[in-house]
C-alpha cells in the first residue's frame, strides 16, 4: 500500500507496509502513481514486465523522455527488491501473538485527586469529579496500587505510573509518600519507577518545583495558549482567568528542567481553529517541549470540533509546520509533540499493533481504588475492572481490548496512518463512534493530517542537512 | 538515485526480529490522554 502526497513543495511517497518514506521528484512522483494505479499490488517481476513498461510509456511518454522513465521505472524495481516499496502486508499473522501473549501492567493512571481547583469548561473529568463524588486517594489505597503494578509487571522492569486527576497538587502529601514508598520497593523489586504528574499549575511553588525536578521523569502543564483562549476555557470556579497565575511559574519549571522532560500542553477547540497562534504563543513564551491537542466532545458541546472545521484545520497544521521548520533553520527550533516521528528508531511492530495498551497494560485507579481501562473510562460502571485490594475482577474487559487492533477495525484496513495511531483512542470509538472496533472520524482525519505533516518537516530537515 | 530519495532504512519488518520488549513507554504517559500517539514514541533500545 502507498500514500502519495504533496506538501510545502514535497512530493512524498509513503510506503505504508515498511513504513519507508520516500521523497521523489515531479516526475518519479508520477511515475509510482501511474504504477499504483496499474496494479496496488506490484512485485519485481510485474514491475519488469513488458506490458508495465508499455502501459508507463502509453500514460507518460509525452511528458518525460523514454530515459528518464526508464530510470525512475528501474530506481522502483530496485527499491520494491529491497523491501522498501510495494511492500505487501504481512502483519496479520503476528496478530493472533499479540492478542495470545499474556500481557502485564506496566503502567498506571493514578487519579490522585478527584478534584479540581479550576473549571474548565470541555474537562472529561467533569471539573475532576468524573460523574463521581469528590474524592482524595489515601495512601494506603496509592500503596495498594503500587503492589498491584509490582506483582503484575512480570518481567518488564521500566514501570510508569502518572499522578493524575482532578489535579494531583490537592492531594500533594500523599504523592510524595507514595514516590517514597516507590523508591523503597523498586529496590526490593529490581523494578524501575517512572513517575510523572499533570497538573494545571495552580499550587505549584518552589517547594513542589523541586519535589518534580528531583523525582519525576516527565511532566505536563496545561496551559491553552494565548491569555484569551486560555482563560475562556480555563478559568477558575469564579470565574477568573487561570493564565497570569500559572504562566510564570511554568517558565520557571521549564527552565528549572533545562527545557527538557516535560510537556507544556493545551486543548483547542471550535474557539480557537486559528491553534497555530497558540503554539507560535508557546514558543514566544520560551516553551520548547509544547502539545496541542483537539478537543474531544459531543456534537452539542459548542465547543465540540465539526466536520465543517477540518479545512482550516488542516490549514493551521501547515501552517504550523512551516514555522516549526522556519524557527528551526534559525536554530530556534521546539519539539511539537503530535509532529514527533522517529523514522528510524521508532516504536516496533508489536507495539504499533497492540495499540495504546489500555485495558491491558495501562490501568486507571480511581481514589478509591477501582480500575479502570484508561483514565477515559473512569465512572463508567460498565468498564469497571476490579480494584486494588481484589485485583481484575472482569479479565473479559481486558480481553476485549486486548482484542481490538487495526486489523479488526474495519476502516484501520484500508488507512494509510494505522501503524502510527495503532488504531486510535479506544475511548473517543467508544464515546464517539460505533464501539471499540469503530473509528472516531474526526479524530482520524486530524491524526492522518499530523502523520502527513510530521514527514514532510523530516523530508525538509533532511534536505537542510 | 536520481529522482527518489529515501530517509530511512529501518523498516516495519526489521522490528519484528528484536521487537516486542515492552519496555517502552506507553503513549497516553507522555502528552496525551485524549488521542493516540503510538508513532511518535521512541523504542527503549534506540534511546
New interface residues.
Partial sequence: MIHQYQNNGYNI?LDV?????????E??YE?IACLNRMNENQTVQTLKEESTWNQLKDELEGKYSEE?LR??LD??T??TEN??LF?VD??EP?IGEVIKRKT?V??L?LHIAHDCNLACKYC?AEEGEYHGRRALMTYEVGKKALDFLIANSGT???L?V?F?GGEPLMNWQVVKDLVAYGREQEKLHDKHF?F?V?TNGVLLNDEIQEFINKEMD?V?ISLDGRKEVNDRMRPFRNGKGSYDLIVPKFQKLADSRNQERY?I?G?FTRNNLDFSEDVKHFAELGFKQM?I????GDESDPYAIREEDLPQIFDEYDKLARYIIEKDKKGEGFNF??F?????????????LS????GT??LAVTPWGDFYP???FVGDEDFLMGNVNEGITRPEIADEFRCCNVYTKEKCKKCF?R??????????AYKYADGLNDSYDL?CEM?RKR?EC?IMI??AM?DEN | ?????????????N??K???C??????????????????????????
Fill in positions: 511517497v507496509n515498511s513504513g519507508c518514506v520516500h521523497v521523489v521528484d516526475p518519479g511515475v528518464e530510470d525512475i530506481d522502483v530496485e527499491l523491501g522498501q511492500v504481512t502483519y503476528f502485564v506496566k503502567a493512571c472529561f518488564r522492569r521500566n510508569e502518572d493524575f517512572r510523572t499533570t516527565n505536563v510537556y500542553r486543548t502539545s491537542e483537539p478537543v474531544v509533540f503530535h514527533m516521528i522517529d523514522l528510524e528508531g521508532g516504536p516496533c511492530l508489536y507495539k504499533r495499540g495504546c495498551g489500555s497494560e495501562y484508561c483514565h477515559q496512518a501503524f502510527y495511531c495503532s488504531g486510535g483512542c479506544m475511548a473517543n479524530g491524526e502523520v510530521a523530516k523530508a533532511a | 538515485m536520481k529522482h527518489i530519495k529515501t530517509l530511512n532504512t529501518q523498516t516495519l519488518n522490528t519484528v528484536k521487537g516486542g515492552g519496555e517502552c513507554q506507553t503513549s497516553c504517559q507522555s502528552a496525551c490522554k485524549t488521542s493516540c500517539t503510538v508513532g511518535n514514541q521512541t523504542c527503549e533500545h534506540s534511546k
